[in-house]
């Protein structure tokens, strides 16, 4: 099966599966935060529950802002539609950065996706450890 279609159905079955709109439906004019969570889930594949709620008010609040919302409103009811605006979304909620109109700003450091990417990394002034944890090997690795 090509990787496009794989990635429609496997969209199609998340956007049943929480309850996001169909394709074809039509939708309130803005997208509520709760909304944006579950359309954020899905893109980052990462359940809803372990997005920030606070990033996810700024990041909406600034694509609101410059005037992206009908631009989510399209990639909420097909996760395909705009793949710049997905990708987009994907980079901020990893790296925390977003673009803005008056420069890239921080709006996430610890929430940033990247750091639950990995069991090993932590965001840089946090703990990840006790004193020489990172001496040790991850558990289950074997040299």
């Not at 279609?5 to 004019?29: D, E, H, K, Y």
């Not at 920030?52 to 008010?57: G, H, V």
């Not at 929430?111 to 990394?121: D, E, R, V």
């Amino acid at each position: 099966m090509d990787t496009q279609r794989r990635s429609l159905m496997l969209g199609t079955v998340s956007i049943l599966a929480l309850g996001l709109p169909a394709p074809g439906w039509t939708q309130p004019t803005q997208l509520t935060p709760d909304a944006f969570i579950q359309l954020s889930a899905i893109l980052c594949q990462r359940p809803a529950a372990t997005l920030d709620r606070s990033m996810a008010q700024r990041i909406l609040q600034e694509f609101q802002i410059r005037g992206k919302s009908s631009r989510l409103q399209a990639l909420q009811q097909d996760v395909l539609a705009d793949a710049s605006l997905a990708n987009e979304l994907r980079s901020i909620w990893f790296s925390g950065l977003m673009d803005t109109s008056t420069g890239v700003v921080v709006v996430g450091f610890t929430q940033a996706l990247t750091w639950s990417s990995s069991p090993s990394l932590h965001a840089p002034g946090n703990c990840g450890g006790a004193t020489g944890y990172w001496s040790d090997p991850p558990s289950g690795h074997t040299s």
